[in-house]
């Protein structure tokens, strides 16, 4: 630990990328407290003080308007349900957090379901959700997905707090591949867990760790993944070039992974505390 944390940085961004006609990517950001509850804009700053914060990345996938659709529908669910349970303020945030992201990933999973029963265009649909929930020093990671989560700790270095739920990825966790032979995957981007599209209930990661000032993090899907490598993301987090340090960490990756690969849709989302 660092020392107390006194305020929250974020910044986000998302881009089609070179290929996709459209933007199936979608990010969220929210803050509340015993008093009240904002939408976050794309860049911000907030006092910690007794402020929660969630934010969250989702890629959609079915093809044509539908992953744009089924991301929009995971986050628009997720925030009605995040202001449903907590409109009375952080009174509301005396239980198990684990439990209520595993209500909310449940729920979640099952109102992107329901929109494709009843519209014939967005049967099939489905999403990943990565979402990271900051309460005082401890931050609650909960996940379905090929999306990522990492954290780069005051002293330097990178860890990913997510698994990609790809054939590739159990692979790699199983030891059997490389991060290189991931990347080169055929199935790659075959996922073995989903919100929406998998018919049995959603079983989210769920990651607990305590944090402290000066650590950063990062949300992102996987067009961004798959531009830039882990020791990439921690360099342009961390300590990037002189031609991108004037840029928000955000926008550096947008930048470096659109110019490595730019074939899916990006979407990155960094979180710095203070």
Known sequence: MTGPIRQFTWNGQTHQGRVRRNNEDAFLAMMFNQHEMHYLGKIGEAPADDNDFIFAVSDGMGGAKKGEYASKTALQTLTDLISRKFHRGKADLAIDKESVLREFFQAVHQGVQNVGRHYEECRGMGATMTLCWFSGDTLLVGHVGDSRAYHFPHGGGISQLTEDHTVPGRLRREGKISEREA???????????????QP?????????????????????????TDGIWDHGMERYIQDPPPYLIDLPPAQRLIKEAMEASGRDNLTALVVETE
């Open 183 to 197: 990347r080169n995957h055929p199935n790659k981007h075959l996922l073995e867990r989903s919100i929406g599209a």
């Open 200 to 224: 049995d209930p959603v079983e989210p990661q769920i990651v607990s760790l305590q944090f402290g000032a000066g650590d950063r993090f990062a949300l992102c899907t996987d067009g961004v």
